[in-house]
């Protein structure tokens, strides 16, 4: 959908990889209104939220990414009115909103926004005379940038990372992760299948620490292989949907189907295959939030999940984790929840006894997101190692410089 306003000589559009919009119309002067692009799910997921959720559970609709063109003669602010619908979910579209000027995402000033909650979002920008910016409430990445880094990684990184591709979407994209080399036991970090909840980038942040060469990287790439899905639903982040992949399945809430052999959407096949093969035994999902609004949160596996003879380490790995954060949000899933089968961490954790998580992280730049991703793996993988091998002392290598 493209707008073009005669007067102002601005144009509007969601028309590229990863834009979000549906209908766009003027509301005033140099002053216009984005619909939120459409975004139905499947019968039988929508009847399983009203009956357990009273309709509510997961946010539909929360994304919204449009361009603004221009080519008057001179600068213009222009108003964006973003809007929301029922579904958005509370706080999911809660500032601060973004700007894509100069090659980089940066906050928009709260000055120049005004939330009106469950409404809209109203977003003044100026516009230089040929510029074309970019407006959005995360600041999402494409596929494209997202592949190029993963390829860019595994070459620079010598044997160290290989990519492989684990399987193709119904857009014919690739689904691709980074492995390092085999060990006895792995832990697979993975981006969640939501992409207005966009993890890619911290997912990668936790790849290029393990390239860093130091005393503790160094010893966890012996210890453990980790296993990265930065892009698990690439056509829906291509298409710029909020939770469905480009022919309106659920990816994220359909691994039951799979397991169930029923049909399910290619993207989980494909990380239900992976899983299989894998084996994983710890699995850690990232979402991003880029808001402060409220404490990260913690999804993990409570014990009845686990024989006893696991208990030990799963309290180990949990109580590290714990330590991570002052204050938290922490829901332990426990096998009576309605739909717990649909997520794929609870069918690993059902079926190989996968100490797995669900990490949502609540900060408000891709730096400190990033660097929170990496402090998220450290601290899971050194406690899933273990005190004896954290009291190991390893010689140091000192030579003359």
Known sequence: MMYTDPDTHIHIDADFECGSGGAIRKIA????AVEPKPESVPDWFLQALNQHFGGAGVPREY???????SSAADSL?????????????????????????????????????QCVEREYADLTVAVAPGEVIRLANKPYVSTTRIQEDMQDLASRAGSLLSLRELGRTRENRPILALETEPREETVLIVATMQPAEPAARPVMAVAHWLTDRSMLTQRLLERFRFCFVPLPNPDGTANGRSVTNAVGEVPMFSFGHVVRGEPAPAESEALWRYGQEIVPT??????????????????RMSLDWFPESMHGRVRQVDDALMQINAAWRVTPLTPDLPLVEC???????ERFHTLSYCYQIYTISEEATCAHAVTAVSTLAQALAGPEWAAEQPEVRVERG
């Open 282 to 299: 710890a699995y850690l999902e990232f979402h991003t939030h880029y808001q402060d609004n409220r404490f990260h949160k913690l999804n």
């Open 63 to 69: 994304a919204f990414h449009v361009r603004l063109r």
């Open 343 to 349: 997520g794929k961490f609870a069918n690993l954790t």
């Open 29 to 32: 002067a140099a002053a216009y």
């Open 77 to 113: 602010q222009c108003r964006v009115r973003c809007l929301f619908t029922q579904t958005s979910g509370k706080g999911y579209m809660a500032p601060p909103y973004w700007i894509y000027r100069g090659e980089r995402w940066r906050p928009i000033a709260d000055e120049y926004t």
